[in-house]
Nanobody, 119 residues
């Protein structure tokens, strides 16, 4: 069983920065693709960014391109989300996920960390 724990959220002013971390325990996630999603109040959960198992492939939602950077440290079993130039519309609960390598359909989710950006 894999447990994901997000941290690093908080309250920041518009234009500020935060770095989220997602640490995994239970097993190594070396072969897992990992990602970040967010859910704002009254809205559905949406994709933010994803990184493949080696870190060689990354994808971002258009709304965060150029401002957010996803990275991972497989030795620490941790994935990061560096968020710069934050905007009030980035306010949400941020979740990380870890997808098992194919053909497994298993996806693990963390409990989320709150990010609030004030104007």
């Amino acid at each position: 069983q894999v447990q994901l724990v997000e941290s690093g959220g908080g309250l920041v002013q518009a234009g500020g920065s935060l770095r989220l971390s997602c640490s995994a325990s239970g097993r190594t996630l070396l072969s897992y693709d990992m990602g970040w999603y967010r859910q704002a109040p009254g809205k559905e959960r949406e994709f933010v960014a994803t990184i493949n198992w080696s870190g060689g492939s990354r994808h971002y939602a258009d709304s965060v391109k150029g401002r957010f950077t996803i990275s991972r440290d497989n030795a620490k079993n941790t994935v990061y989300l560096e968020m710069n130039n934050l905007k009030p519309e980035d306010t949400a609960i941020y979740y990380c996920d870890a997808g098992a390598p194919p053909p497994s359909p298993i996806v693990y989710w963390g409990q989320g960390t709150q990010v609030t950006v004030s104007s």
